[in-house]
């Protein structure tokens, strides 16, 4: 069964050539891993394979983006042992379609030409927080707010998917007069009750931040949770160490009357190779300290968009403590086109979820919608009240649609996925089938255009994802009987069981 070992084993550091004479000591340092952090193409390949070509390529991504002011390459030694060594040929099982896949954690790391293709991403700006915000607060809903206490540069490992790629830049700077101005505002509007301290990773910041504001927050009597927003857990889990966390557990209630406030921290993971010892142990720290974990996940073309591949991680992700909360819909930002899905797809894969999966473990899927519309939920429908007799799967879903937003906005033609011209949308195959070295293995969801911007066709939708009842026991690792279900009744079998009962030692107790 597939759960019987589902902690992911990283690559031994000492067999990766730049870090072979590392110590034990630095490695699990949280400072030395900083200091070391993969920053140019000529660290990385002395950590995975690239030949010359995926190597030039690489370091033309890079150049350009610093041409453009942006900050593109950062990556933890412990979240670079992730990977594969030979991140092109992975080892990825079959049933989740390795043969056509490069490595997940190269993808979410490692900046590649697709990140400088399909500029035309139709509508976006769905987190443009400064049109929402007063200093470093930003509210898009009534009861809770954003509170940025560092820049996004501030990560210590950069998602190549990440929403917030268009600012990385060593430009931006979140000043303590910023966060000044938006703890004036969370105690100004007394509808706000909840405060996501977030950044870049509030994990980041200095601690004599952390602890200013963490108690200025406890001073406020309408504040009742905090969110603590980090990937510190995933991409530097030596990091989460007994002494931030007392700090967080006494800052965030040294001036509070009454009841305490709930803290609990947010993560961010994307694949069950993330899920390592390493990671696990961070979180059991941060729930030894009275804190909850959840989670969201980003539905990424060429990453988890694959059933298995979602159920595997929803799962083995709450066998080490941390709850789901969403799966988001990839942004509609330049650079990232490529790792979008279609709506339809996702949810497919939530419907056959259902029942086979504990409710527990499946998050909620939704999208944060441009306009100010906030996340829109996109769980799929198993009841038919408009008696329509038509079910997700049975027809391929219109390139847009109208979207209902939680405040009563209408937002017509919305559009999930970016846009391209034929010309354009071949001239990528090409230049990304010669870097992978392989057809078939980048296949960007792309809604194609005419000149006239009119809409064509949209790619790889040829399609939709089957499953049969069988296909999902194999799929997840289920024991099944002669039927190829698994056990769902046990008062069926209870003959055999009564036999079996009496030999085992449960019978002598």
């Known amino acids: 069964m597939m759960h019987k070992e589902f902690i992911y084993h990283p690559r031994d550091f000492r067999k990766i050539e730049l870090w072979k004479n590392v110590k034990d000591e630095e490695w699990y340092n949280p400072q030395w891993q900083l200091k070391n952090s993969i920053r140019s193409v000529d660290q990385?390949?002395?950590?995975?394979?690239l030949n010359d070509y995926q190597e030039q390529e690489i370091r033309r991504v890079v150049d350009e983006l610093e041409r453009q002011g942006k900050d593109p390459l950062r990556i933890t030694p412990?979240?670079?042992?992730?990977?594969?060594?030979?991140?092109?040929?992975?080892?990825?099982?079959?049933?989740?379609?390795?043969?056509?896949?490069?490595?997940?954690?190269?993808?979410?790391?490692?900046?590649?030409?697709?990140?400088?293709?399909?500029?035309?991403?139709?509508?976006?700006?769905?987190?443009?927080?400064?049109?929402?915000?007063?200093?470093?607060?930003?509210?898009?809903?009534?009861?809770?707010?954003?509170l940025f206490v560092a820049q996004n540069t501030s990560c210590a490992s950069y998602c190549v998917h990440c929403q917030r790629a268009k600012s990385l830049d060593a430009m931006c700077d979140v000043n303590i007069e910023l966060i000044n101005k938006g703890l004036f505002y969370i105690n100004f509007n007394k509808n706000i009750d909840e405060v996501l301290v977030t950044g870049g990773d509030a994990l980041r910041v200095s601690k004599k931040r952390l602890q200013y504001v963490l108690e200025e927050l406890s001073k406020m009597e309408h504040i009742r949770a905090i969110r603590i927003a980090t990937r510190v857990p995933v991409v530097l889990p030596m990091a989460v160490t007994d002494e931030i966390l007392t700090l967080i557990k006494e800052s965030a209630n040294r001036y509070t009357k009454g009841q305490e406030k709930y803290v609990y921290f947010m993560t961010h993971v994307n694949h069950?190779?993330?899920?390592?010892?390493?990671f696990a142990a961070a979180i059991k720290r941060i729930n030894s300290y009275g804190f909850t974990v959840r989670k969201q996940t980003v539905f990424l073309n060429h990453v988890n968009d694959y059933f298995v591949t979602l159920a595997k991680t929803f799962r083995r992700m709450f066998w080490v403590g941390v709850h789901p909360y969403y799966l988001l819909q990839c942004h509609k930002e330049k650079g990232i086109v490529h790792f979008i899905s279609p709506i339809q797809v996702g949810q497919i894969y939530m419907k056959h979820m259902q029942g086979w999966l504990s409710g527990i473990v499946r998050p909620n899927y939704a999208v944060n919608i441009e306009g100010g519309g906030g996340k829109v939920l996109l769980m799929p429908l198993n009841y038919d009240n408009l008696n329509i007799d038509l079910k997700i799967e049975d027809k391929i879903s219109e390139s847009k649609a109208k979207v209902y937003t939680w405040d009563d906005k209408e937002i017509f033609d919305y559009e999930a996925l970016g846009r391209a011209t034929p010309d354009e949308y071949n001239k990528a195959l090409r230049i990304m089938d010669k870097f992978i070295g392989r057809k078939g293995v980048f296949v960007p969801k792309i809604i194609l255009i005419d000149n006239n911007g009119n809409y064509i066709e949209t790619t790889n939708r040829t399609k939709l994802p089957t499953f049969e009842k069988q296909k999902k026991a194999v799929l997840l690792g289920y024991e099944t009987n002669q039927s190829g279900m698994p056990i769902t009744n046990p008062a069926k079998i209870s003959k055999k069981l009564d036999e079996l009962y009496q030999k085992s030692t449960f019978s002598k107790k």
């Open 44 to 49: 990385l390949k002395h950590v995975i394979k």
């Open 272 to 278: 069950y190779k993330e899920i390592t010892a390493d």
């Open 78 to 146: 412990y979240y670079a042992s992730l990977m594969d060594e030979d991140p092109f040929h992975p080892d990825i099982p079959l049933e989740e379609k390795g043969n056509k896949r490069l490595d997940p954690i190269f993808w979410q790391s490692v900046p590649t030409p697709a990140n400088l293709l399909f500029p035309n991403t139709g509508r976006e700006a769905s987190m443009n927080e400064g049109s929402r915000s007063y200093g470093a607060a930003y509210q898009r809903y009534p009861n809770r707010v954003a």
